[in-house]
């Protein structure tokens, strides 16, 4: 059974920065398409961070403020924000695809930004 658990949301300031993880088991990260994505109450989940094929694609409000990485000795994956705003408060999700293109996603974790 695959699991994804994101974990490092709090209540921070603006112009802090924040890293997130998710940490996967019954999968492995490494080779299959991994994405960050946020929900707002009230607002459709959107991308932040996705990565398929070598390539890199962010959401357009956080393009070069938020980085993806990841930790294959600890099937992790990773996501640096910085210069956080107040409307970068959301609950974020990390979603894998595999190879036979079925998603799963975490349960996620609550991002606050206060002004």
């Known amino acids: 059974q695959v699991q994804l658990v994101e974990s490092g949301g709090r209540l921070v300031q603006a112009g802090e920065s924040l890293k997130l993880s998710c940490v996967a088991s019954?999968?492995?990260?490494?080779?299959?398409?991994m994405g960050w994505y946020r929900q707002a109450p009230g607002k459709e989940r959107e991308l932040v961070v996705s990565?398929?094929?070598?390539?890199?694609k962010h959401g357009e409000s956080v393009q070069g403020r938020f980085t993806a990485s990841g930790d294959p000795a600890k099937n992790a994956v990773y996501l640096q924000m910085s210069s956080l705003k107040p409307g970068d408060s959301s609950n974020y999700f990390c979603k894998l695809r595999t190879q036979s293109g079925h998603d799963y996603w975490g349960q996620g974790t609550q991002v606050t930004v206060s002004s």
């Open positions: 019954g999968a492995v990260l490494a080779g299959n398409d």
């Open positions: 990565g398929s094929n070598g390539v890199t």
